[in-house]
Every structure is written in C-alpha cells, then in structure tokens.
C-alpha cells in the first residue's frame, strides 16, 4: 500500500514551503521531504525482502529517473541480487508522454528469475505497458513492479505496481530523479515545478512535443 502524504489538509505547518532559496523561482513547493522518502523507502525495502526472500533476483531499472530512488532502496534490501538497466525515454520536451524509445537493453539473463521492475513514477502506465510485454519474452519466473510515486489519475493503460512508495495527485513533480527537460533530478526531495517553467519550455520548443494539453 502507498504511504498516505499529509501534505495537505495538515494542521500542523507543512514542510511544503521550505523549497531552499536557489530553487524558490523554479519550484512551487516541496511535496515530499528528504525525511518521508527516506522513511518510506525503508519500508518499501522490508516489504520486497518479504517477497523476494530465497529467489534469485534480478532489479531491472529504468533509466534515468530511478538513479536515486535505485541507489536508496538496494542498499536497504538485504538480499542477494542482480541488477541491470533498461533505457527508456519518451521522446519529447514537454509534461506529457511522448513516443517510447529503448535506449538501452538488458544484459543480463532473466529466464526463470524474480524480477523486480523498478521506476520513479507511474503515471499514464504507457511506459510500464511497453516495459512488462518486453521483459516477459525474456521468461523470468514472475515481475514485480516498484515505483517511487503514482499517479492514479492519469492512468490510461491497465497496469499496477506492486509496491508504491507515494500515492499522489496530479501534480508535475521533479526531483530525486525525476525531471522536467533533463533538470532538476538532483533535487534531494520531490517537488511541485511551478507551471511557469514547463509553458515557458512548452512556447520554445515545437507544438507536436508538447500536444495539446500542456498544462
Ligand atoms: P507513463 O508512461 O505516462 O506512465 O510515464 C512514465 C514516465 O513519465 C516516468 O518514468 C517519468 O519519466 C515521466 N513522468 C511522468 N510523470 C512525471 C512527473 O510528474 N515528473 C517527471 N516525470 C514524469
Ligand atoms: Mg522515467
């Protein structure tokens, strides 16, 4: 189950203002703190060691958005394990979902292992819906998906992760891996890019990177 986020509705002062200063221009406001990943991926880490204990693991990443999410949780999970990268990019510049390109391919063998898929975000799920069939050819004995954050709201393909580390609504988020053009990924929290920066982006680059719904 996602961790309930008491950014909102909270009495007591949220951390949701404290964005340090050099961001303050660019970031609306933070949405989860270093603290509340840190806390959650801790969770997330017993959770998979339950699961996957006396399998022989495989953790498939997605580049580019998982590299801090990955780098925290593997170090929490006291398993012995594999680990290998998938490179995917959605081929545009604005906020929505663009083609699907594979940049990268698996190395490693995957045919009868435990597989565990690890993302930054589940969003439309077009991504993890190109993601799953692909791997399954490969034949592991069963796929697991982890994601940092969920976006129920957004969602236009049938798909489900396993283990979710947030749920939230639907919101622009960057930070801890997550970007918005390439930036902001090191950000060490998760936060709301202020729309200012993507219509500025979205006016620059080409109508058919951004589609209609530039938000
Ligand atoms: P999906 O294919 O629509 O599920 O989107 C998955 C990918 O879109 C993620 O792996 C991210 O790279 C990107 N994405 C979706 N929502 C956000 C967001 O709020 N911030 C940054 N990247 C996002
Ligand atoms: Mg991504």
Known sequence: MAAKLK????????PARNVPPRWRKEVERVLITEHQIARRIRGLAREIERDFHGRETVVVSLLNGTVMFLADLIRHLSLPLRLDFMGVSSYGAGTESGELVFTKELRLDMRGRDVLLVDDILDTGKTMSRVVPKLRALKPRRIKICVLLDKPVRRVENV???????EI??????????????????????????PHVYKQACQRVSESFCHKSCR
């Open 7 to 14: 950014t909102r509705n909270s009495k007591r002062k949220t």
């Open 160 to 166: 489900k992760a396993d283990y979710i580390g947030f």
């Open 169 to 194: 609504p639907d919101y622009f988020v960057v930070g801890y891996g997550l970007d918005f053009a390439e930036r902001y990924r090191n950000l060490p929290f998760v936060g709301v890019l202020h």
